[in-house]
């Protein structure tokens, strides 16, 4: 099946620091949407994406979708504690398919 | 507005035995689907369906059924459940008429077979 690379599996940062991961794709998508696991619940959507160049934010959260669109980036500014956990990007392949392929998700730790 | 339930939070089963997983969901969302997460494979998408008597199968469906009689229950069933299907397992649905492909979560239901 299709397979999303997303980058970095896991980050260390400091509070306060800026984050960025990304997500690639050797086939192109025609929608890319953001997630956030924190641990023991359900994936919960932050940011959806529908177009290609297209730059959204949601607070502290900034994603774009890629010109090419085989790929999508996701940037957090000035980390908090709250920013801690698994986050995945997913893409949707063709018009009118509900289906969703997953990245394998990037672990975000933040060190005190 | 619940959005989408899942039962039970936890299950342990032995081998060999059955159950099902229930999932629900109050928004009135045509596509529902299952999916197993398991640690650094990320979300793999079992079944699906497009809406109530529409079921398919998704990238790994081997060992699981699943079934949808109304618009509101995807329940997924272990036929004889396998070590192999120790997972956490998520129900997700989606509105295609809303011109969006936004998928909202279940909290999960998490299994271990012995």
């Not at chain 1, 940037?75 to 801690?84: F, G, Q, R």
């Not at chain 1, 997913?90 to 730790?109: H, I, P, S, V, Y």
């Not at chain 2, 936890?10 to 997983?21: E, N, P, R």
């Not at chain 2, 192999?84 to 509105?95: D, G, M």
Request: negative net charge; charged residues 15%; glycine residues 10%.
């Amino acid at each position: 099946g299709q397979q999303l690379n997303q980058s970095p599996q896991s980050m260390f940062i400091q509070e306060g620091e800026d984050v960025s991961m990304n997500c690639t794709s050797s086939s192109i998508f025609n929608t890319w949407l953001w997630y956030k696991q924190d641990p023991g619940e359900g994936p919960v959507l932050l940011i959806a994406l529908y177009k290609a160049g297209e730059l959204t934010s949601n607070g502290r959260l900034t994603a774009q979708f890629g010109i090419t669109r085989k790929d999508s980036f996701l940037n957090i500014s000035a980390s908090i504690p709250s920013d801690v956990g698994i986050y995945f990007c997913a893409g949707q392949l063709d018009f009118g398919n509900e289906k969703l392929t997953f990245g394998t998700g990037t672990r975000l730790t933040i060190i005190p | 507005n619940a959005g989408v339930t899942q039962t039970p939070k936890f299950q342990v089963l032995k081998t060999g035995q059955s159950m099902t997983l229930q999932c629900a969901q109050d928004m009135n969302h045509e596509y529902m689907s299952w999916y197993r997460q398991d640690p650094g494979m990320g979300l793999r998408l079992i079944h699906y369906s497009v809406g109530a008597g529409i079921t398919d199968q998704g990238e790994v469906p081997n060992g699981y059924n699943v079934s949808r009689s109304t618009t509101e229950d995807f329940p997924l069933r272990l036929l004889s459940a396998a070590p192999s299907q120790t997972s956490v397992y998520f129900c997700a649905s989606s509105s295609p008429r809303d011109g969006s492909y936004e998928q909202y979560f279940g909290p999960g239901t998490r299994l271990t077979v012995t």
